[in-house]
């Protein structure tokens, strides 16, 4: 599925406010425009199966994280949260937007999706988030569902966040002027450079999902 967005990454200058602001880099103008999701996806595959099935990494690590020792449910909750991600393509960028309604910026775009795929009540801001109890993941072993900090403002601090969607790429809300939610290469040159970290938070998530 992820295939059809590809020429999405890299697009133009990342342009973001707050605890979501960022200096992207400065690219050529493309001809396309972000591609917006129009009616669901029919029989869409899922996330593992066009990356692989995401491996329960470090085992150990992730029962220090679990209350009930029950399975860890990272493979099904990650295809859930990014399916829904790659729906909201091209949703708009907004400054304190927290739905699909009013629009996102980065922070409101991952507190979405882990509140409505996952159950999860993250940091509203990325200050926050990124000092969620949770593993780190070192960016050799990161694994979808993921979520990545940088710091894009050039003084050290985080200031913006996405979701790691495998094959070195990752979803965010990103800028007005970048065309909002879409998908960039975390190995381009900018991203590589202002990447701070990353956090397995699905590592927290409840063990037991209910689903419709």
């Not at 775009?109 to 593993?135: C, H, K, Q, W």
């Not at 701070?196 to 999902?209: F, H, Q, S, V």
Request: charged share 20%.
């Amino acid at each position: 599925m992820l295939s059809r967005f590809a020429p999405l990454v890299p697009l133009a200058l990342v342009t973001l406010l707050y605890g979501c602001a960022a200096n992207g880099p400065i690219t050529q103008p493309q001809e396309h425009t972000p591609v917006v999701t129009q009616a669901p996806v029919k029989a869409k595959p899922s996330v593992s199966a066009v990356f692989g099935e995401p491996e329960v990494a470090g085992e150990e690590e992730l029962e220090a994280f679990s209350s009930n020792s029950k399975p860890y449910q990272l493979p099904a909750l990650a295809d859930s949260i990014l399916e829904r991600g790659m729906a909201l393509i091209g949703t708009r960028y907004r400054f304190g937007g927290t739905s699909e309604k009013s629009g996102f910026d980065c922070s409101g775009f991952i507190g979405y999706l882990f509140r409505e795929e996952a159950g999860m009540t993250l940091p509203r801001s990325t200050r926050e988030m990124i000092n969620v109890d949770a593993p780190k993941v070192s960016r050799n072993k990161l694994k979808p569902g993921d979520l990545l900090f940088f710091s894009t403002n050039g003084r050290g601090r985080v200031s913006h966040a996405g979701i790691y969607l495998g094959d070195n790429q990752f979803i965010h809300s990103s800028s007005r002027r970048s065309g909002g939610v879409r998908i960039d290469n975390l190995g381009d040159r900018y991203w590589s450079k202002t990447f701070i970290e990353a956090k397995r938070a699905l590592a927290m998530a409840p063990t037991m999902i209910s689903r419709n």
